[in-house]
Nanobody, 119 residues
């Protein structure tokens, strides 16, 4: 089983930035497409960004496109989410997960990291 551990969440003012990391437990990470998802209180979990196993294909939700950047380092078994121009509506628990090629969550999830954006 691949374990995923997110880090980098926290409290930030509107307009600020955070960088989330998701570290995988072993090299099987390199075979997986990866995605970031988020869930705000009272809302369903939603797709934020996805990246193919080799990093050549990337997708974003409309609400974060142009502000967030997903990347990965297969050498470090880690996927990142750089979040700029954060807004209060970005407040949520953020999760990384392995995904299909269409960025549907597949086998493994992390435990989540909280991002809170104050106005």
């Amino acid at each position: 089983q691949v374990q995923l551990v997110e880090s980098g969440g926290g409290l930030v003012q509107a307009g600020g930035s955070l960088r989330l990391s998701c570290a995988a437990s072993d090299d099987r990470f390199r075979r997986y497409n990866m995605g970031w998802f988020r869930q705000a209180p009272g809302k369903e979990r939603e797709f934020v960004a996805g990246i193919s196993w080799i990093g050549s294909k990337i997708a974003y939700s409309g609400s974060v496109k142009g502000r967030f950047t997903i990347s990965r380092s297969n050498a470090k078994n880690t996927v990142y989410l750089q979040m700029n121009s954060l807004q209060p509506e970005d407040t949520a628990a953020y999760y990384c997960a392995t995904t299909t090629s269409d960025y549907v969550p597949s086998d493994y999830w992390g435990q989540g990291t909280q991002v809170t954006v104050s106005s």
